[in-house]
């Protein structure tokens, strides 16, 4: 039975501070991360310079998995964010089956800690990698135990710099492309086959916008920016990714670069001083600013978990900053644990993938159901759309989730193909067993 979440629960006290931009800081700084810097030479292995395209059909496969959550967020404020979408749309047992997954996915701030470290000491031949990703993680922490104001400053900062030093990239390098940039037998080296596949692989570039869905609370105008915001900064990194990847394939020959990173080619075309800013702003920047950015989202889903009783609630206890302090400090603590105990980085980020896409995808089959549960909001929505458009809308978001399930799933390894049918199945028990004992406040609102 739902109640009035307006008497009290703990996302009803988040502080609304965060506009436009911030939000936009938040998604490009979640978007842009590892995947460039390592995914590219892959994708130009699979099909040559076709690249560019290749990041297009990403951003579109991207956009058609999140599509419903465009609507669903462009409709009311979703104080919990995603588990709030799951809550309001797909039921008792299956929000306390999302309030599970959601944990374990948060076993990814370790892996942004990790993956820093190992590029920091790769940079400067110095250090220890535990060493370097327990003091990051640590700045971050600390810096998102102040206020969501401090995150916002600090996320504005990074991603400046990470803009630039990527544009520097693509503004020197095209300068600089070979030549014979365009003879025919260096463009679809894989045939459509390698194009689709190389495609597939870069939506783990083009993703994580939808990561601002979780910081509904504290925006000041969720219902308009949000939209907007996971739309045009998705298309946005890919159109700057497909520039990256014309000088990424072009300046060298294409042998020399398939299945490498970016430095090759960034000592190539840049002088010493631009070399270290880039790798510095551009690749160690796009690792920070996912992980401050993931510190900033990932407790306000757990916060009404908490509140709606699947969890403990003084686990959702804000502090003077008005942050879950808390949660967040369980989020570093686990994350430390990760570290220290030497979980691989590939591990880390395989460990709940196919879980998590699980649980997108009830979403998407769920959004149909949005015009039943928000009537008055949905009637006032800019994104309205007939209840047949929508049910479209739905069944595309869907099939995008089931075509990354199936991708993500025949690459894992046997033993994370386990590890991730073991937490779906747990969170599901989980979610029919504890629902007796939960009162789920009502965590949608006008906004």
Known sequence: MQQDGNKGGSTTKLKRCLGFWDLMSAAIGQ????????????????????????????????????????FISGTVR????????????????????????????????????????????????????????LVVLTIFYVLNYCGIDKFAWAQNLIVGFLIVALAMFAAVGVTKIAPNYYAQSTFFTGGWMGMLQAGALLTFATGGATC?????????????????????STLGVAVLYAMISIVAGGVLPLEQVAGKNLALVAQTIFSKPLYVFFMVCGAGFAL?????????????PTMQ????????????????????????????????????????VATLGSMCLVANN????VICACTF???KICPEEWAASKFKISNGMLKLVSL?????????????????????KIINLVVVVGALIWGVVRSRKVHMIVSHEKA
């Open 212 to 232: 601002i869905i979780d910081l509904s609370a504290e925006a000041k105008n969720p219902v308009r920016d949000i939209p907007i915001i996971i739309v045009t």
């Open 396 to 416: 595309i978001g869907t099939a995008g989730c089931a075509f990354n399930i199936w991708f993500n799933f025949i690459r894992l390894s046997y033993t994370l």
């Open 78 to 133: 979703l104080r919990g964010g995603r588990y709030t979408m799951a809550a309001m749309l797909c039921g008792t047992k299956l929000a306390g089956a999302y309030s599970i997954v959601y944990i374990f996915q948060n076993l990814s701030i370790s892996m942004y800690a990790l993956s820093f470290a190992s590029y920091f000491i790769s940079l400067l031949g110095i250090g220890s990698e535990k060493t370097v990703a």
């Open 369 to 371: 159901r949005l015009p």
């Open 305 to 344: 978990a908490c509140d709606d009783g699947w969890l403990p609630a003084g686990l959702a206890s804000t502090n003077r900053f008005g942050v879950p302090w808390i949660i967040l400090g369980i989020l570093y603590i686990i994350a430390v644990v990760c570290i220290v105990s030497g979980l691989s």
């Open 31 to 70: 978007i842009i991360g590892a995947g460039i810097m390592t995914l590219l030479g892959a994708a130009l292995a699979m099909t040559g310079r076709s690249v560019p395209f290749a990041f297009m059909i990403a951003a579109t496969i991207t956009i058609t998995q999140f599509l419903p959550m465009l």
């Open 288 to 300: 920070i600013s996912t992980l401050n950015s993931q510190m900033a989202w990932a407790p306000k």
């Open 358 to 361: 699980v649980a997108l995808l």
